[in-house]
């Protein structure tokens, strides 16, 4: 795989993912989660930066390989 069609699966896969990560934190949110308000403050921190864990060698496959 090219490195230009790399990167292009990557954003795309990225998008979808994000999209599809966000929907499930947001029903996690609205349907499990209690009223309260450090509740909900713990749950977004965590769902707000959760998603960038998988990001760092998700992004390294994207770049690997220079011209090919």
């Known amino acids: 795989m ?11 896969v990225l998008l979808v993912g994000l999209a599809l990560y966000i929907g499930l934190a947001v029903t996690i949110a ?3 989660l209690p ?4 509740a909900q403050l ?4 965590v769902a707000g930066v ?3 864990i998988p990001l760092r060698p998700f ?3 994207m ?3 220079g011209r090919e």
């Open 2 to 12: 090219t490195g230009r069609s790399r990167k292009l699966v990557g954003m795309l």
């Open 30 to 32: 609205t349907t499990w």
């Open 35 to 38: 009223g309260h308000w450090a």
């Open 42 to 45: 713990l749950f977004y921190a």
């Open 50 to 52: 959760a998603w960038a």
């Open 59 to 61: 992004m390294a496959w």
């Open 63 to 65: 770049n690997r390989g």
